[in-house]
């Protein structure tokens, strides 16, 4: 198992603004993965964050509007850009092999 | 386009009543894992299953692989109003951890 620490845990932003997600791992993982969840929905895969190379973007979801950053095995980040209120929604981080584990999620409100 | 269809959505029982929730795919899963997530946390793993025809129980809760690996089921016994909450499937095709996530079901158990 792995232990997933996600901050913040929910934040208000204004529209226009940028919010960066903080995730930390309690150990090395090569792959670490970034959805988005809808309140009572399921969750919608952004991309997956790989060390020491550009993330790969699920489609519909773009590295301007969600850059991410994999700088070692137990860490990344992930940028809401220029937020909007579409972008209200829970985002998760998590690690995965045969199954996943996830961080408790940023709900975030875009205002 | 991979898809997992799973049913019901929405699911408000009387505590003591069995129900089944179910995930079907046109697609073949190396594994399909079943989810629980409250409000407020990210998704905990309840069970993984592998092997095509594999039945696995976690106390009243029984969930079956089928034989062809494209569908699952999850059976719970005698729900109680702890057993309330969103509950996912999510198939993985190889082994890079990226996982496909039905809709999800929430579950409503009342005393």
């Known amino acids: 198992s792995a232990v997933i620490s996600q901050k913040p845990s929910r934040d208000i932003c204004q529209r226009g603004t940028s919010l960066t997600i903080q995730c930390q791992v309690d150990?090395?993982?090569?792959?670490m993965f970034w959805y988005r969840q809808q309140p009572g929905q399921s969750l919608t895969l952004i991309a997956t964050?790989?060390?020491?190379?550009?993330?790969?973007?699920e489609s519909g979801f773009v590295i301007d509007k969600f850059p991410i950053s994999r700088p070692n095995l137990t860490f990344s980040t992930l940028t809401v850009s220029n937020m909007s209120p579409e972008d209200s929604s829970i985002y998760l981080c998590?690690?995965?092999?045969?199954?996943?584990?996830f961080g408790q999620g940023t709900r975030l409100t875009v205002v | 386009t991979q898809l997992l269809e799973q049913s019901p959505q929405f699911l408000s029982i009387q505590e003591g009543e069995n129900l089944t929730v179910y995930c079907n795919s046109s697609?073949?899963?190396?594994?399909l894992q079943w989810y629980r997530q409250e409000p407020g946390e990210g998704p905990v793993l309840l069970v993984t299953v592998v092997t095509g025809g594999e039945v696995k129980k976690l106390k009243r809760l029984t969930f079956q692989f089928g034989d062809a690996r494209k569908d699952s089921s999850l059976h719970i016994t005698a729900a109680q109003p702890g057993d309330t909450g969103l509950y996912l499937c999510?198939?993985?095709?190889?082994?890079?951890?990226?996982?496909?996530f039905g809709q999800g079901t929430t579950l409503q158990v009342k005393p």
């Open positions: 998590s690690v995965a092999q045969l199954e996943a584990f």
């Open positions: 999510a198939g993985q095709t190889s082994n890079t951890g990226k996982l496909i």
């Open positions: 964050a790989n060390q020491g190379s550009e993330a790969t973007y």
């Open positions: 150990s090395q993982v090569t792959m």
């Open positions: 697609s073949v899963f190396s594994s």
